[in-house]
């Protein structure tokens, strides 16, 4: 029932009530937007609410945020868009192929496999590292892929053990994100760190940030995407089978056009995590590729919070998402609505 469908009273209340809701939603946004305009002496003077009327306003945060005087917001700015933008396209392709695979195929893995990986990976990280002397980056490097290579060969036998299926690798999936995020982030930046020492400079880099931020989205691109997939027919996946059509083209040709309101949603919801994450971008760079959320958090002085310079650099990171929401809205809901309905 819509609101429309009300007679009398009872939608002018109902009406009513979004109204307040509206003005209730929007008052943040509009306190940011006048706080942008104040000088220092109207924000810590006491609460004023109109422009012109209880201030008067000024462009004098703005100013100072354009021109660089506090911090490079230009070259902050693209490097989120950039690094934001395409770890958002490529973990939304590869988390859709994940998802795909997960729903259509079945696939089992051998408890003992997982945990023969586990035991060659961190093993061998030992072994290269305590015995052989090897810098940590490589030994983990050369550990995990031999533990990777072993676990899918042991898994090809008849283990002991429990077999876990579709469903249990969903939950493995979604389970990373139960990691707290400053663990993973000192993490990645010892990593990134060691791997600086071989040569290979990850801090402070657009690949080492968007690789970053792409694990960081996997998971709930999978767990997303498999729900989106999972309600699609597959009488047109079938018929594209018994004409010898490759799987690939069945994929990109027919399952990713069916599914596509469901992309957008997902890529407008891993975009927004990754446009407002704040700890990888603290950990792992420094200067050139450093995101809005850093640019924000350091508008401050020794005097203090200067909500001024805050407020005009926050509504600069709010604007953009609120940009592509809007575009992207409808197809967005319709998208979220099929999700729902699974």
Do not use: H
């Amino acid at each position: 029932m819509s609101v429309r469908d009300l007679k009398g009273s009872k939608r002018y209340w109902v009406l009513f009530a979004c109204l307040i809701w509206l003005v209730f939603t929007l008052f943040p946004l509009y306190w940011v937007a006048i706080t942008s305009l104040k000088s220092p002496v109207d924000v810590v003077g006491g609460p004023t609410y109109i422009p012109f009327v209880d201030f008067q306003p000024t462009l004098k945060a703005w100013r100072e945020l354009f021109s660089g005087a506090r911090g490079g917001f230009f070259s902050t700015f693209w490097a989120s868009t950039i690094v934001g933008l395409s770890a958002s396209v490529i973990a939304t392709l590869i988390g859709s192929m994940a998802a795909y695979a997960l729903v259509r195929f079945p696939f089992k893995v051998r408890l003992a496999s997982g945990i023969g990986f586990f035991i060659v990976a961190m093993g061998g990280y030992l072994l290269g590292r305590e015995v052989f002397g090897v810098n940590p980056a490589m030994a983990s490097i050369v550990a995990f892929c031999i533990a990777l290579a072993l676990s899918i060969f042991l898994n090809r036998f008849a283990l002991p053990g429990p077999v876990l299926g579709n469903d249990d690798i969903i939950f493995w999936f979604v389970s990373q994100r139960l990691f707290p995020p400053i663990v993973v982030a000192f993490a990645l930046f010892l990593l990134y760190t060691e791997m600086g020492k071989l040569g290979f400079k990850m801090t402070d880099t657009y690949f080492g940030l968007t690789l970053a931020y792409i694990a960081f989205s996997l998971p709930i691109v999978v767990w997303l995407m498999r729900d989106f997939i999972a309600i699609l027919p597959v009488d047109v996946e079938e018929a594209a089978l018994v004409e010898n059509v490759p799987s690939w083209r069945i994929f990109f040709g027919i399952v990713l056009p069916m599914a596509r309101p469901g992309l957008i949603a997902t890529f407008v919801i891993t975009l927004a995590f990754v446009w407002n994450e704040f700890l990888f971008a603290l950990f792992l760079t420094n200067s050139k590729w450093q995101t809005l959320p850093i640019l924000v958090a350091g508008q401050n002085s020794q005097r203090g919070d200067e909500w001024w310079a805050i407020s005009a650099a926050a509504l600069v990171a709010i604007i953009p998402m609120v940009i592509i929401a809007g575009l992207l809205g409808r197809l967005m809901r319709s998208g979220l609505t099929i999700g729902a309905v699974k």
